[in-house]
């Protein structure tokens, strides 16, 4: 199945369909040279299965985790380009998760001003939500995604097969983003989250987040409006993600503990369950100062206090600025009292 995102000359399909990396070069122009990026989590038959379909590829394998989307691996991958000839008339296909496709997107976006970017993402996280929209960046002096680009790939194939390969724990991580989507923008698949198996139902909701996330970035492209609804759950989510002691946490699992402050009762007694029965956690064990100053200290902050997103009811959003001492006052909805 292919869907359309309408963004004029920046347009694209996206493709859903199971087994299509294997059939990547009936979609994807890879008659050139092709810089491969992945990382060591996933495995390394993807990468080296789509090599075999390009006429010159060159595989670069970064370590998995947020810390190569920096600076100096995004010179490593520009340098690779450089070193092997790499024209403007080239092209960059990410496959892996959200941290491989903002890396690769970012240096696609910024070699010789920008050749063909690809994205294959291969986590429930990057088929939902991060592989479209065309969002790039690494992350500098400890704030992420402070340095980047928009730059829309020219397609992207979502592979449902590659989950088979994840760990329980990575789909629930991706399903938190979706579940994120379905609160702001669809009661019937924050309906399903709540009445059926999730797990079970993985193509629906990977099918029923990229419509939602494809409506949206194709009313606003660079967030000026609606589409900082998707960042419902970041604003808390981003600073429990980078309080140090808490790195062992995943994205979509900081963005679940930061859902809960931001809704209304109501929301938050349908919300939690859900979270719970996915077995998310709902309550952390924080220090408020130091997550307060985090997101403080967040990109999307100004002096005013930062711009969050409420859900006072399934299927809406607001947005509403806050100021420090009502986030504080917010953190306390998810701080575990020991
Ligand atoms: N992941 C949120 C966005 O792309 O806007």
Not at 114 to 122: K, Q
Not at 149 to 161: G, M, R, S
Not at 285 to 305: F, I, P
Request: aromatic share 6%; with cysteine; glycine share 8%.
């Amino acid at each position: 199945m292919n869907l359309y995102l309408d963004l004029k000359e920046n347009s694209y399909d996206i493709v859903i369909e199971p087994g299509v990396l294997s059939r990547a070069d009936q979609h994807l122009r890879l008659d050139r040279k092709v810089l491969i990026v992945t990382d060591d989590g996933v495995p390394s038959a993807y990468a080296e299965g789509l090599a075999k379909l390009c006429r010159e590829p060159f595989i670069m394998t970064v370590p998995q985790g947020e810390d190569s989307k920096s600076i100096r691996i995004w010179e490593s991958l520009l340098k690779a380009m450089l070193e092997h000839g790499f024209k403007r008339t080239d092209a960059v296909v990410a496959v892996g998760g959200g941290v491989v496709g903002d890396l690769a997107g970012f240096t696609a976006a910024s070699f010789m001003r920008g050749v063909d970017f690809y994205n294959i993402p291969t986590t429930v996280l990057s088929q939902v939500d991060s592989s479209i929209g065309g969002k790039t960046a690494v992350n500098f002096c400890g704030i992420k995604n402070i340095v980047g680009a928009f730059y829309q790939p020219k397609k992207v194939l979502i592979d449902t097969d590659l989950l088979q390969a994840l760990p329980r724990r990575q789909i629930t991580n991706g399903l938190a983003e979706a579940l994120k989507m379905a609160a702001c923008f669809d009661a019937d698949l924050f309906g399903l989250f709540e009445q059926e198996d999730p797990f079970c139902h993985l193509p629906q909701i990977i099918e029923a987040s990229l419509r939602i996330k494809k409506a949206v970035v194709e009313k606003d492209e660079k967030e000026g409006g609606i589409r900082k609804a998707l960042n419902f759950g970041h604003t808390i989510g981003h600073g429990v993600e980078s309080f140090e002691q808490l790195h062992g946490l995943y994205h979509g699992e900081c963005v679940a503990l930061g859902m809960i402050p931001m809704c209304s009762e109501e929301v938050r007694e349908r919300l939690v369950p859900i979270l719970e029965k996915m077995g998310l956690a709902t309550t952390i064990d924080l220090d408020r100062e130091k997550v307060l100053s985090a997101m403080l200290h967040d990109k999307k902050a100004t002096e005013g206090g930062v711009t969050c997103v409420l859900c006072e009811k399934i299927g809406s959003f607001e947005l509403k600025k806050m100021d420090a001492d009502a986030l504080f006052e917010r953190l306390s909805k998810i701080e575990k009292h020991l």
